[in-house]
């Protein structure tokens, strides 16, 4: 295997209905929305009955953790360190319950998309584990409780994801 | 305004997104053009956009640079200055981009930390390499900047550019190296990261970096496990010793304190080819802690790590038997199913059915991928423990009934099938089970191949009628292809038992009325062969097919059709089939499935035989017979590398030499490589190599006659001189000096023998082809070879020294025999089959009967001299 940053493949948040909340892919293996809605249903099914972390789905490892309404799911290819994909996880998992208090459910993350947004933008770079603790990523998103002010940081990094992402399907 | 109203508040346990209509929202995002800037209200549009992206909603080309220009107006209002001034036309995405640029490029130098790596990477995405070049200073300076994540982003950024402007990124190899020392374990990870894609072809700098690294230590976990897979690789490319310090580093990560820099050393460990069971034992204690760990992803990890190692080395893992026994109840099924198949591999007989039985506990349970597991781990007890195979069955046998996908199906079928043809008293249960399984296949490959399977070996079965019904129905039930295949299989059953012919020639009668094309045109085919009642017609045109490359065929029918003529296409024009060699599948962990569609390989052969084509001294040959595989006729390590290729057609050999120039201050041009036959060949042409600079290979070609009036002669000596015009040249430019030199270096000798002449061919059907041929020019002789003491050895030096296709899986000799029969199929230079029985007994020594049997009568005796 060729020593290489890359590590996940896909980031994926479902809710208890198998739907699609997030879902980032960073590589080609699901080129179209056809094909990664596909596998989505599939983890989903070969994994909401179970609780046990961690499985191989075509071909790829599949590690996941469940929560009240929400699935959480980090895909990486099945030579890769499962304890790495782990530690993407778990670091996704923790930023996210301390943005919504511990409130881990889908109305609350519904409710704080944009900072789900820019806290796995924060985590995970084109594939690359960018930070993997979390108190670093609450702090970068800034989001911390409700009374803080929107600043107008936040804004400009909403934009610049929107942006990225706009460019992106632009060039498709 | 309308705005306003569709400003949309969360609803208590609705998704507010779910309605979200694309156009709506579009429409929202002209508010970014107010001012003065909202920016509660931009945000939570701007959501609802990425949102929209989320669900995989596409925006046209004309949507998306409206609201990108939209959303650049807002990012200008974000400058505290706050001029709105842009106001008119935004016009060429261009201007439009440069703008964006412009932004960026401040938010990145600006005071503001949480703001910088963002807009860094954010920057980088967007911009090609002319724009890189104006960025590049504060990327510089962005890499060693203080802040973790600027610095992170920075370097992560530049990883991601390397690909588009490698040349670029290269310059700040030296930034990198001072953000490798940071403190900050990502900044580390992400450092090391870039070092190595900048440095990767360069073994030497990637020496020296992992030295510095492994010395200095890392605080970085991730970073650790980079370095333990760039050390393997290293290992691996070096074909370094175990005694390496590379080796002893990756070894002392196994005491890390973070479990994934053990995990990962252990697994690189693992994953060494030639490992001894001694070095991999503390890799394997430390996976077998592992498995007693209460996070599931790590019992996954070891339990996966040490079925690798039981493939291979089933006694190293023996030590955690008691740990994996304990795993198999496990409520992770994929952890279970790993655990179990490992067992099998490295328990003992005893256990077999006891763990089988566990395992169809929950074999419904795990995905398809474990059940192949599953599958592949049954197969390769049946090779270990050949009297289990009737558990193995019942067990295969349950599974065919079970759900599952084409992959599984196809795993338990080739299964079945190997225990089959390992095992000969399985062989009717076997077929039965496959029978009852095409009574209700969806897989059309599988059904075909299945059909092919009970042609072979149906028709040699003390009852074949009984297959008779499954085939047929299959001609009454299924889709073209199945219906064609099942046809085929008749027809061998009626070729080979005279009291099912009469049945069989009724059933083709029904098949002739087939709607399909194909299935008519076989079963017409069959009708007419099978009526003769000839053994000789049965044999060539039903069990043994085509011998004929495909791809060759089907380039030579399209000569023929491109060039009319009154002969008929002449099917000894075509070249032969090279059996393919089929290689033990070492890796039987699950594996991403390609999603390719397999294609037909071109053989080795056919891509030989456009490159010879490509030659005008070659065209005249004729089509390509056979090519041998490559000989060596220098030293690994020396300063030429030559290897050669034996080229064989009708009249003539061709020697293709294949070059290296492994000197890089060297410049060899008009390569030749001299030839001095032993016997009466003659070489007629040198083509030489017209130029071979340092390491790239070339190749030049000698055209020999092989001698007309003997054809007795099939082997011969060439001594070899390679012979070329030297130019130093410079190491660093390459560049080479005006005046060379001539100058010459000796080869090894290379040998021509009866092998070369002789293309293997496969017979599924000994004994009728056998008969085909006939005893005209049978001729027998007996043979001590005193040097063997085996039978294995024996059979394994004939097939080598021949070069001919073991045939009814005779080369495999039981145990426990003293005495054995090889059966061996080839066709001679020229196109004459020829078929070598070799009776051979075990006495003191082993005694060997041959008797060859050809069309041709020079070709018997050739072999007998060679072989005597």
Same mark, same amino acid.
């Given at each position: 295997?060729?020593?290489?940053?890359?590590?996940?493949?896909?980031?994926?948040?479902?809710?208890?209905?198998?739907?699609?909340?997030?879902?980032?892919?960073?590589?080609?293996?699901?080129?179209?929305?056809?094909?990664?809605?596909?596998?989505?249903?599939?983890?989903?099914?070969?994994?909401?009955?179970?609780?046990?972390?961690?499985?191989?789905?075509?071909?790829?490892?599949?590690?996941?953790?469940?929560?009240?309404?929400?699935?959480?799911?980090?895909?990486?290819?099945?030579?890769?360190?499962?304890?790495?994909?782990?530690?993407?996880?778990?670091?996704?998992?923790?930023?996210?319950?301390?943005?919504?208090?511990?409130?881990?459910?889908?109305?609350?993350?519904?409710?704080?998309?944009?900072?789900?947004?820019?806290?796995?933008?924060?985590?995970?770079?084109?594939?690359?584990?960018?930070?993997?603790?979390?108190?670093?990523?609450?702090?970068?998103?800034?989001?911390?409780?409700?009374?803080?002010?929107?600043?107008?940081?936040?804004?400009?990094?909403?934009?610049?994801?929107?942006?990225?992402?706009?460019?992106?399907?632009?060039?498709? | 305004?309308?705005?306003?109203?569709?400003?949309?508040?969360?609803?208590?346990?609705?998704?507010?997104?779910?309605?979200?209509?694309?156009?709506?929202?579009?429409?929202?995002?002209?508010?970014?053009?107010?001012?003065?800037?909202?920016?509660?209200?931009?945000?939570?549009?701007?959501?609802?956009?990425? #949102?929209?992206?989320?669900?995989? $909603?596409?925006?046209?080309?004309?949507?998306?640079?409206?609201?990108?220009?939209?959303?650049?107006?807002?990012?200008?209002?974000?400058?505290?200055?706050?001029?709105?001034?842009?106001?008119?036309?935004?016009?060429?995405?261009?201007?439009?981009?440069?703008?964006?640029?412009?932004?960026?490029?401040?938010?990145?130098?600006?005071?503001?930390?949480?703001?910088? %790596?963002?807009?860094?990477?954010?920057?980088?995405?967007?911009?090609?390499?002319?724009?890189?070049?104006?960025?590049?200073?504060?990327?510089?300076?962005?890499?060693?900047?203080?802040?973790?994540?600027?610095?992170?982003?920075?370097?992560?950024?530049?990883?991601?550019?390397?690909?588009?402007?490698?040349?670029?990124?290269?310059?700040?190899?030296?930034?990198?190296?001072?953000?490798?020392?940071?403190?900050?374990?990502?900044?580390? #990870?992400?450092?090391?990261?870039?070092? #190595?894609?900048?440095?990767?072809?360069?073994?030497?700098? !990637?020496?020296?970096?992992?030295?510095?690294?492994?010395?200095?230590?890392?605080?970085?976990?991730?970073? +650790?496990?980079?370095?333990?897979?760039?050390?393997?690789?290293?290992?691996?490319?070096?074909? %370094?010793?175990?005694?390496?310090?590379?080796?002893?580093?990756?070894?002392?990560?196994?005491?890390?304190?973070?479990?994934?820099?053990?995990?990962?050393?252990?697994?690189?460990?693992?994953?060494?080819?030639?490992?001894?069971?001694?070095?991999?034992?503390?890799?394997?204690?430390?996976?077998?802690?592992?498995?007693?760990?209460?996070?599931?992803?790590?019992?996954?990890?070891?339990?996966?790590?040490?079925?690798?190692?039981?493939?291979?080395?089933?006694?190293?893992?023996?030590?955690?038997?008691?740990?994996?026994?304990?795993?198999?109840?496990?409520?992770?099924?994929?952890?279970?199913?790993?655990?179990?198949?490992?067992?099998?591999?490295?328990?003992?007989?005893?256990?077999?059915?006891?763990?089988?039985?566990?395992?169809?506990?929950?074999?419904?349970?795990?995905?398809?991928?474990?059940?192949?597991?599953?599958?592949?781990?049954?197969?390769? /007890?049946?090779?270990?423990?050949?009297?289990?195979?009737?558990?193995?069955?019942?067990?295969?046998?349950?599974?065919?009934?079970?759900?599952?996908?084409?992959?599984?199906?196809?795993?338990?079928?080739?299964?079945?099938?190997?225990?089959?043809?390992?095992?000969?008293?399985?062989?009717?249960?076997?077929?039965?089970?496959?029978?009852?399984?095409?009574?209700?296949?969806?897989?059309?490959?599988?059904?075909?191949?299945?059909?092919?399977?009970?042609?072979?070996?149906?028709?040699?079965?003390?009852?074949?009628?009984? +297959?008779?019904?499954?085939?047929?129905?299959? !001609?009454?039930?299924?889709?073209?292809?199945?219906?064609?295949?099942?046809?085929?299989?008749?027809?061998?059953? =009626?070729?080979?038992?005279?009291?099912?012919?009469?049945?069989?020639?009724?059933?083709?009668?029904?098949?002739?009325?087939?709607?399909?094309?194909?299935?008519?045109?076989?079963?017409?085919? #069959?009708?007419?062969?099978?009526?003769?009642?000839?053994?000789? /017609?049965?044999?060539?045109?039903?069990?043994? =097919?085509?011998?004929?490359?495909?791809?060759?065929?089907?380039?030579?029918?399209?000569?023929?059709?491109?060039?009319?003529?009154?002969?008929?296409?002449?099917?000894?024009?075509?070249?032969?089939?090279?059996?393919?060699?089929?290689?033990?599948?070492?890796?039987?962990?699950?594996?991403?499935?390609?999603?390719?569609?397999?294609?037909?390989?071109?053989?080795?052969?056919?891509?030989?035989?456009?490159?010879?084509?490509?030659?005008?001294?070659?065209?005249?040959?004729?089509? /390509?017979?056979?090519?041998? $595989?490559?000989?060596?006729?220098?030293?690994?390590?020396?300063?030429?590398?030559?290897?050669?290729?034996?080229?064989?057609?009708?009249?003539?050999? !061709?020697?293709?030499?294949?070059?290296?120039?492994?000197?890089?201050?060297?410049?060899?041009?008009?390569?030749?490589?001299?030839?001095?036959?032993?016997?009466?060949?003659?070489?007629?042409?040198?083509?030489?190599?017209?130029?071979?600079?340092?390491?790239?290979?070339?190749?030049?070609?000698?055209?020999?006659?092989?001698?007309?009036?003997?054809?007795?002669?099939?082997?011969?000596?060439?001594?070899?001189?390679?012979?070329?015009?030297?130019?130093?040249?410079?190491?660093?430019?390459?560049?080479?000096?005006?005046?060379?030199?001539?100058?010459?270096?000796?080869?090894?000798?290379?040998?021509?023998?009866?092998?070369?002449?002789?293309?293997?061919?496969?017979?599924?059907?000994?004994?009728?082809?056998?008969?085909?041929?006939?005893?005209?020019?049978?001729?027998?002789?007996?043979?001590?070879?005193?040097?063997?003491?085996?039978?294995?050895?024996?059979?394994?030096?004939?097939?080598?020294?021949?070069?001919?296709?073991?045939?009814?899986?005779?080369?495999?000799?039981?145990?426990?025999?003293?005495?054995? !029969?090889?059966?061996?199929?080839?066709?001679?230079? %020229?196109?004459?089959?020829?078929?070598?029985?070799?009776?051979?007994?075990?006495?003191?020594?082993?005694?060997?009967?041959?008797?060859?049997?050809?069309?041709?009568?020079?070709?018997?005796?050739?072999?007998?001299?060679?072989?005597?």
């Amino acid at each position: 295997m060729e020593p290489s940053l890359y590590t996940v493949k896909a980031v994926l948040i479902l809710d208890n209905d198998g739907d699609r909340l997030y879902a980032k892919y960073y590589d080609d293996t699901y080129p179209t929305v056809k094909e990664q809605k596909a596998f989505e249903k599939n983890i989903f099914n070969k994994t909401h009955r179970t609780d046990s972390e961690i499985a191989l789905l075509e071909g790829l490892t599949v590690v996941y953790k469940s929560n009240i309404d929400l699935f959480f799911y980090v895909i990486g290819s099945s030579h890769e360190n499962e304890l790495m994909l782990m530690a993407v996880l778990n670091c996704l998992f923790d930023s996210l319950s301390q943005m919504l208090r511990k409130n881990v459910e889908r109305r609350a993350l519904l409710e704080n998309m944009e900072g789900l947004f820019l806290a796995v933008d924060e985590i995970v770079d084109g594939g690359v584990i960018l930070e993997s603790d979390p108190q670093q990523v609450v702090h970068r998103v800034a989001l911390r409780g409700d009374d803080v002010p929107l600043t107008e940081q936040t804004v400009t990094q909403v934009l610049q994801s929107a942006k990225e992402q706009i460019k992106w399907s632009l060039l498709r | 305004n309308c705005i306003c109203l569709q400003y949309n508040v969360p609803v208590a346990g609705s998704n507010p997104f779910q309605h979200l209509e694309k156009s709506a929202v579009l429409q929202e995002a002209r508010i970014f053009n107010e001012t003065p800037i909202n920016p509660r209200r931009c945000l939570h549009i701007l959501t609802k956009i990425i #949102y929209l992206l989320n669900q995989g $909603e596409h925006f046209g080309t004309t949507e998306a640079t409206e609201a990108f220009f939209a959303m650049t107006r807002l990012f200008q209002s974000n400058d505290v200055s706050c001029h709105l001034l842009i106001k008119s036309v935004l016009t060429v995405s261009l201007l439009n981009s440069f703008m964006v640029f412009y932004s960026l490029t401040k938010d990145m130098t600006g005071k503001e930390d949480v703001y910088r %790596g963002p807009a860094i990477r954010a920057l980088c995405r967007i911009t090609d390499t002319t724009m890189l070049q104006a960025i590049e200073r504060y990327m510089k300076q962005a890499i060693v900047d203080k802040v973790p994540s600027v610095s992170s982003s920075a370097l992560v950024s530049s990883l991601h550019m390397v690909k588009m402007s490698y040349d670029v990124v290269k310059r700040w190899v030296n930034e990198a190296q001072e953000a490798a020392s940071s403190d900050n374990i990502m900044v580390q #990870y992400h450092a090391l990261g870039l070092l #190595y894609h900048l440095r990767k072809n360069d073994r030497l700098a !990637v020496t020296k970096m992992l030295n510095k690294f492994t010395k200095s230590g890392l605080k970085s976990p991730f970073a +650790y496990c980079m370095l333990i897979r760039i050390a393997s690789k290293l290992l691996d490319e070096t074909e %370094g010793g175990h005694d390496s310090p590379l080796f002893d580093f990756i070894e002392s990560c196994l005491r890390n304190k973070n479990e994934m820099v053990v995990y990962e050393a252990a697994s690189a460990i693992v994953h060494m080819p030639n490992c001894t069971a001694r070095e991999l034992a503390p890799a394997v204690s430390v996976l077998q802690l592992f498995c007693s760990s209460p996070k599931a992803a790590l019992r996954y990890a070891a339990v996966r790590t040490l079925n690798k190692v039981a493939m291979k080395h089933p006694s190293a893992v023996t030590a955690c038997n008691l740990d994996l026994e304990n795993l198999i109840t496990d409520s992770n099924r994929s952890i279970a199913t790993l655990a179990i198949t490992t067992l099998l591999k490295t328990g003992s007989e005893s256990s077999v059915d006891r763990l089988m039985k566990q395992i169809s506990s929950f074999v419904s349970e795990i995905s398809d991928e474990f059940k192949v597991v599953v599958v592949q781990a049954i197969s390769a /007890l049946c090779q270990k423990y050949p009297r289990k195979h009737s558990v193995m069955m019942n067990f295969l046998s349950n599974m065919l009934r079970d759900d599952g996908g084409f992959e599984y199906k196809r795993a338990i079928v080739d299964c079945i099938i190997s225990i089959i043809e390992e095992n000969p008293e399985s062989k009717e249960t076997g077929l039965a089970h496959l029978c009852e399984f095409i009574e209700d296949c969806e897989h059309t490959v599988l059904a075909t191949k299945i059909l092919h399977l009970l042609g072979k070996e149906g028709p040699r079965t003390p009852q074949p009628s009984k +297959y008779i019904r499954f085939i047929f129905n299959r !001609v009454v039930l299924e889709s073209e292809a199945v219906r064609a295949a099942a046809v085929s299989a008749l027809a061998k059953f =009626g070729a080979q038992n005279d009291d099912l012919l009469p049945s069989v020639l009724v059933l083709m009668q029904r098949c002739m009325m087939d709607s399909d094309d194909e299935v008519r045109d076989r079963a017409t085919f #069959y009708m007419n062969v099978l009526q003769q009642k000839q053994k000789a /017609l049965n044999a060539a045109y039903i069990f043994n =097919g085509l011998s004929v490359s495909i791809p060759g065929l089907e380039k030579s029918l399209h000569q023929y059709t491109l060039e009319p003529s009154e002969k008929p296409f002449d099917m000894k024009s075509v070249p032969l089939a090279t059996t393919p060699i089929t290689e033990p599948k070492t890796e039987i962990a699950p594996v991403a499935t390609s999603k390719l569609p397999e294609k037909l390989a071109r053989s080795r052969q056919d891509i030989y035989q456009e490159q010879l084509a490509a030659i005008p001294e070659f065209q005249s040959l004729g089509p /390509l017979f056979k090519s041998s $595989e490559p000989v060596q006729l220098t030293e690994a390590e020396t300063e030429y590398v030559v290897r050669c290729v034996k080229h064989t057609f009708a009249r003539h050999m !061709v020697f293709q030499f294949d070059c290296t120039n492994t000197l890089n201050d060297q410049l060899l041009q008009k390569v030749v490589v001299q030839m001095e036959p032993s016997e009466a060949y003659e070489v007629i042409h040198y083509i030489p190599a017209p130029s071979l600079p340092y390491s790239q290979p070339g190749s030049c070609y000698s055209l020999v006659r092989l001698p007309d009036d003997d054809p007795t002669a099939v082997s011969c000596t060439f001594s070899c001189t390679m012979k070329y015009l030297v130019r130093d040249c410079d190491p660093n430019t390459g560049e080479p000096d005006d005046d060379g030199y001539d100058d010459e270096y000796v080869l090894e000798d290379l040998e021509v023998t009866v092998a070369d002449h002789i293309q293997k061919i496969l017979k599924p059907n000994f004994g009728a082809a056998w008969d085909e041929v006939g005893d005209e020019f049978e001729k027998e002789e007996t043979f001590a070879l005193a040097s063997v003491r085996t039978l294995d050895e024996a059979v394994g030096n004939i097939i080598s020294f021949l070069g001919m296709q073991p045939c009814e899986r005779s080369d495999k000799v039981p145990e426990n025999k003293n005495s054995h !029969v090889l059966f061996l199929a080839g066709v001679f230079r %020229g196109g004459h089959d020829v078929l070598v029985r070799a009776r051979l007994a075990l006495a003191d020594g082993v005694t060997m009967q041959v008797t060859v049997r050809s069309s041709e009568e020079t070709v018997v005796d050739v072999i007998l001299a060679s072989v005597g």
